[in-house]
T-cell receptor, first 110, second 113 residues
Framework: SQQGEEDPQALSIQEGENATMNCSYKTSINNLQWYRQNSGRGLVHLILIRSNEREKHSGRLRVTLDTSKKSSSLLITASRAADTASYFCAPSSATNKLIFGTGTLLAVQP | GAGVSQSPSNKVTEKGKDVELRCDPISGHTALYWYRQSLGQGLEFLIYFQGNSAPDKSGLPSDRFSAERTGGSVSTLTIQRTQQEDSAVYLC???????????FGPGTRLLVL
């Protein structure tokens, strides 16, 4: 299975701190996507990184991809209370079928 | 522009009844995906459409589940003879083409009593 496995399962930080979440997967991929979900609904797309890319930025988000280690990381800088959510990585292959793990639950304390 | 929409938002049904869930993808998106998320579980892939055809149905849990897509746009997911274990949030996503970003709808929360 190419399921993404997020680590840690839960993370609690103070507002203003950085949060790092890691993802590992098992098979070769075409791309890897990161999503955020609040309260069990509303999956919001954050970043898509392709297999030939190593790093990508979007605002306060930084994603890295190491295909040799089959791993990715998501860094949120200067976190805010509104960043509190579950974060999922979703590796995908040719059909772009996304296989999600159970996610990292991030709690940002004000 | 409009995002992916799904209806109904919530559905409560009795065990044994059939239900239909609808997904309206973003206009112009050729690929459409159905997933479901059970309580405390990750998202589970169900089926994928490219145009009106479904190259990958590998995630459908049983033959009680079927889906179709017409006109390269709207899709319906049908669950026949619902069971309590079918209770979940059913999410639809679309992408412009395969290998591009998938945008998710708000989901349909199904509760089978």
């Amino acid at each position: 299975s190419q399921q993404g496995e997020e680590d840690p399962q839960a993370l609690s930080i103070q507002e203003g701190e950085n949060a790092t979440m890691n993802c590992s997967y098992k098979t070769s991929i075409n791309n890897l996507q990161w999503y955020r979900q609040n309260s069990g609904r509303g999956l919001v797309h954050l970043i898509l990184i392709r297999s030939n890319e190593r790093e990508k930025h979007s605002g306060r988000l930084r994603v890295t991809l190491d295909t040799s280690k089959k791993s990715s990381s998501l860094l949120i800088t200067a976190s805010r209370a509104a960043d509190t959510a579950s974060y999922f990585c979703a590796p995908s292959s040719a059909t772009n079928k996304l296989i999600f793990g159970t996610g990292t639950l991030l709690a940002v304390q004000p | 522009g409009a995002g992916v929409s799904q209806s109904p938002s919530n559905k409560v049904t009795e065990k044994g009844k059939d239900v239909e869930l609808r997904c309206d993808p973003i206009s112009g998106h050729t690929a459409l995906y159905w997933y479901r998320q059970s309580l405390g579980q990750g998202l589970e892939f169900l089926i994928y459409f490219q145009g009106n055809s479904a190259p990958d149905k590998s995630g459908l849990p049983s033959d009680r589940f079927s889906a179709e897509r017409t006109g390269g746009s709207v899709s319906t997911l049908t669950i026949q003879r619902t069971q309590q274990e079918d209770s979940a949030v059913y999410l639809c996503a679309s992408s412009f083409v395969v290998e591009e970003t998938q945008y998710f709808g708000p989901g349909t929360r199904l509760l089978v009593l």
